[in-house]
């Protein structure tokens, strides 16, 4: 059995490192976040490899990146970032993953649970009804020919013009929803065909959409900054992402890439990793394309949104003010960004792909909304279906170490066969009601793949990345009610 | 989990283990019968495939560089129609066949949830620890869901 001393150096209790040495071509060091704990099971998944081989892109700056819920990915591990000079550098879709911007949001209400209990059900069951989800789910939304062209370019903002939210929504998303340097017309035709229809649906899977309450609160001036002021609040978590549309656009590009690397000369030790230079045609494409595909999933998470506070209102009879269903933040977990980062001292434009990885900027950064800039950027982290999601800020030291990201979620554990084999999605149902859990899902088969005992606990993985400084826990929330494809 | 066509208790495809994605193997007499049988098992993961009725047919065809790649754009093609237009397939008849190209017609219905059910969204094959052995007739291909 490979031992975590043979490969790895430890840097302290938090962070590993994966030595050049490790691996032929590797260009810059492994750097890996996790407790000790951890690393026996990080080893077993052969996520180290991946690491390493992430180390090998040209143009890689400092390291390769995994955070504490890092596990297999293709190609690039989930739960890595890895930062490429924009000038000799190189961007690859498979570093942001299938699911372009896929992410998650968190809505804070002025209700408590006392309130909401006796109507779970028929809230989880409006829920369910209001938002189609699923695999070969259908969306409500009609678009006009070529209208999906607007959804591209204008993501939140063309949802909140159309009267899915307001204007507010938009102050409180990464990129207000919007990303610039976007261009629909490095857009497959394909991938608009798929969104046409998708848009304003949840998917299956992973993807879910949870009633919760703040079950803890570890920094309440921050929480209350937050919008968080009590335990027993109501709030509303939703995690998903591009669909379809940005399914297609990650495989049309990987497609793409796997040609540039012929053409551009580039050695790389895994096909998945397939890439261009940042300013070549099709490195700019891709960006163009991955950025539609970014504000395509925006725009979902904003129209899903708006239901959720109709749903709201018409179980609870609470709407609008009354409701309070504030949006506190929506970030992105599987994207690439060019940002503006210290290196060596120097300010260097990077090209930055957090896969399965948050961005988590500190207080004072000028790319987050005005009213956080003394707690810092808004981090959600979804733990699964049973189990606590955490809300975190961002910090200086994640600026520093991590090109300002931290981890996303609690990263897979158990195959999905080998959780079928353990549990049935019926017992999982059973156990989920058992512990106040009011769950309504598409598959109950699937369930059994969603177990929490599927994944890792997401209480170890933030608990690393608070101990070891790039994010500072605020509060926690359990689920009350979820709603799954 | 395998499928296994009763009437010659041939195994056409299993699941394997992988933590985050579903990793497939589908077998065959040749290559394209495991093509078909793969399109049958990346169907079977989505819905129930059993209840899919063969009322409907339609002709796909896909190009590509090269045979790995060609078992992608198949199974991406068919995701694309699932999606798009709305169909689910059961039964897959390749006409044509070579590295390159691939023209098969295939048999199914207009998706019914109620029916067919809805299982697990994929979101693509990927081109992951793929393989196409024209020696075993094997192919293997991880789905990202």
Known sequence: MIRAQDILEKVDEFRWRVPVSYMSGMRV??????????????LEERAVEQVANVACLPGIVNYSLAMPDIHWGYGFPIGGIAATTVENGVVSPGGVGFDINCGVRLLRTNILHDEVAPKVRALVNALYEGIPSGAGSQGRIRLRNGEIDDVLVKGSRWA???GFGTPRD????????????????????????RGVPQLGTLGSGNHFLEVAIVDEVYDVGTAKVLGLDRNGQVVVLIHCGSRGMGHQVADDYIREMLRAVVKYGIQLPDRQLSCAPVTSAEGQDYLAAMRCAANFAWANRQCITHWVREAFCRVLGRCEEDAGLELIYDVSHNIA??????????KRTLCVHRKGATRAFPPG?????????????PVFIPGDMGRYSYVLVGTRRAMEETWGSTCHGAGRMKSRTSARKALTGREVLRHLEATGITVRAGSVSDLAEEAPEAYKDVTQVVAVADESGISRIVARTRPIGVVKG | MTGTRESHQVKRFELLEHTADVAMVAYGKSLPEAFANAAYGMFSIIVDVDTIREVESQMVTVKADDVEMLLVEWLNQLLFTFEVNRLVFKRFDVREFSDLNLVATCYGEKYDRERHGSKLGIKAATYHMLKVDPKTNQVRVIFDV
């Open chain 1, 29 to 42: 060091p492994g750097l890996i976040y996790a407790s000790r704990q951890m690393l026996e099971h990080i």
């Open chain 1, 160 to 162: 909140v013009e159309k």
């Open chain 1, 170 to 193: 938009l102050d409180n998303t990464e990129e207000r929803g919007q990303m610039a340097g976007c261009d629909p017309s490095k857009v497959s035709h394909k991938a608009k065909e």
């Open chain 1, 337 to 346: 960004k060019v940002e503006n980062h210290a290196v060596s001292g120097q």
């Open chain 1, 365 to 377: 950064h000028r790319d987050i909304p005005q009213k956080y800039s003394e707690i810092g950027q």
